[in-house]
């Protein structure tokens, strides 16, 4: 594996600490929003251009590079007939996700200056960053998001919630049905939960204890966040 200041030519910071070396990382633009968006799971090169619409082919090509000679993402080939290139975590880059979770609580405390769209990794991963875990016990369940077809589970269990892209081993106790911009509306507050349910653009299916499980959770993670005091 490699370590902070080996990659040749990379800039650094030049000091010991712990807070530095991490920053010689990950602290290129891009690279924490890269690591972001593979916290779910595996990625294509495409699915990761398209979840981060700001940033340029070869700038991301570049950045995947580093975080790979660093070890904190690796790249695997699917074989034939798929002979798809994925873009994953390693067991040390998943070390980031409690520190991203934290990051993006506390930078939902700030006024928001971008016009762009959340985009369904951010969307997903807001309900880890708000989980509650001592709710975990009157929340608990494994349940299927269906969003635009593609499948995400998120399962709550013992104090904690995981979410990935993948399906139930088994039959879930709830399902989620709906596509992006209807998620974005309803996390951004541009219409109610119940709303959305009654126009039949978020579709719920499961045994009702289950539906309101999944939707206390909802509700929980797209609350508004408190905002900073300010100096008098």
Not at 2 to 23: E, F, M
Not at 40 to 58: A, C, T
Not at 116 to 125: K, Y
Not at 213 to 227: G, I, K, N, V
Request: charged letters at 25%.
């Amino acid at each position: 594996m490699c370590y902070p200041g080996s990659v040749s030519g990379k800039r650094s910071y030049g000091d010991p600490c712990g807070v530095a070396r991490g920053l010689d990382v990950i602290g290129e633009r891009w690279a924490l929003l890269v690591v972001r968006d593979l916290l779910l799971g595996p990625k294509r090169f495409n699915d990761l251009l398209d979840g981060l619409p700001g940033v340029s082919p070869n700038v991301l090509s570049q950045r995947l590079r580093e975080l790979i000679e660093h070890g904190v993402v690796q790249r695997r080939d699917l074989p034939a007939p798929a002979r798809v290139r994925l873009y994953e975590l390693t067991e040390w880059g998943y070390g980031l996700e409690p520190l991203l979770l934290h990051l993006g609580r506390w930078g939902s405390r700030t006024a928001p200056r971008s016009t762009g769209s959340l985009g369904i990794d951010s969307l997903l991963l807001s309900i880890k960053a708000s989980f509650d875990p001592t709710r975990a016990t009157e929340l608990r369940g494994v349940y299927e998001f269906h969003i635009d077809a593609a499948p995400y589970l998120a399962e709550v269990t013992g104090d904690s919630v995981q979410i990935s892209r993948d399906t139930a081993a088994g039959q879930p106790d709830a399902t989620l049905t709906t596509d992006i911009d209807t998620l974005r509306a309803v996390c951004n507050h541009q219409i109610s939960f119940s709303a959305a349910l009654e126009s039949a653009a978020l579709r719920l299916d499961g045994d009702e204890h289950a539906k309101r499980r999944l939707t206390d959770l909802l509700l929980a993670s797209f609350a508004p966040a408190p905002q900073p005091s300010k100096a008098p």
